[in-house]
């Protein structure tokens, strides 16, 4: 019998990865607190990059409208995919990416629970901002079309009226499970193209299915307020944001950062080392 001399530190097999994220997390903080401006305007970059690509995704659906159906879902989906690679090949802010990296951070007590939820809320805030800013600017141009405002209306209404609080937030757990997942293998690699295939194959798979992310779902929202503003309900749009807002923290922050926190390292680890 061959004696085993492996320890438990050789089990937390991506440890480097989680050393990456924790390097991350002690980065936003020091841009949080000693330049808020910076990280105001990496979220709104992420926002306004978001709502750009969603109308691009727009326009792919009803321009092939009336061919196969799940064909273009498909199209539109490997089309918004694009916007995930973007925001994070640019280290742009995403709320929906800072539940994993903030969760990861928290659980190796290189950040409090009170900083990290500011940090979140106050990148949601200027994510909207980002795709408020792009609404406004295309509002006086020809870029949204009947079709891409009937389509966008028909979208939202199946998120918010035609959708009940519990689906809003398995749907959403969902979604920032399949994203961070995502994410977090992008990190294991160092050249572009490989990041970029796993960080859109996260994305592909929650356009595509429907499912919740809180941030695309603002920015439809803001896509309505300047072009359909009387058809939205908006007390069903609180209730999506708020169900999708918990379900995507629960699938990217306790799905995704928490368990892979946990199997690659004790609490204590990070700050003993440090």
Not at 19 to 30: D, F, L, P, Y
Request: glycine share 10%; aromatic share 14%; net charge positive.
């Amino acid at each position: 019998m061959v004696d085993n001399g492996k320890s438990i530190n050789d089990t937390y097999t991506s440890k480097e990865t989680i050393e990456n994220i924790n390097n991350q997390v002690q980065m936003k903080e020091v841009m949080f607190s000693q330049t808020p401006g910076r990280y105001a305007l990496k979220s709104i970059m992420s926002g306004f990059l978001l709502a750009i690509v969603t109308v691009f995704m727009l326009g792919i659906k009803t321009q092939f409208a009336g061919t196969n159906e799940g064909l273009v879902n498909l199209m539109g989906a490997i089309s918004f995919s694009l916007a995930l690679v973007l925001i994070v090949l640019t280290n742009s802010e995403l709320l929906t990416s800072n539940f994993m990296y903030l969760t990861v951070g928290w659980y190796y007590k290189i950040i409090g629970m009170n900083k990290a939820l500011g940090i979140m809320l106050v990148c949601f805030l200027f994510n909207i901002i980002g795709g408020f800013i792009l609404f406004a600017l295309m509002k006086f141009t020809p870029i949204m079309t009947p079709e891409m405002i009937s389509s966008l209306t028909s979208m939202v209404d199946g998120k918010t009226i035609d959708s009940r609080w519990y689906a809003i937030l398995v749907k959403a757990i969902f979604c920032n499970f399949f994203i961070n997942i995502g994410i977090y293998v992008s990190i294991q690699f160092k050249d572009g193209l490989s990041k970029a295939f796993f960080i859109a194959c996260g994305v592909i798979v929650f356009v595509f299915m429907g499912y919740e992310h809180v941030v695309f779902n603002a920015g439809l929202y803001l896509g309505m307020v300047f072009y359909d503003f009387d058809a939205v309900a908006w007390l069903h749009v609180l209730k999506n944001i708020v169900c999708a807002f918990i379900g995507n923290f629960i699938g990217g922050g306790i799905f995704v950062g928490l368990v892979y926190a946990y199997l690659n390292g004790r609490r204590d680890s990070w700050h003993s080392k440090s």
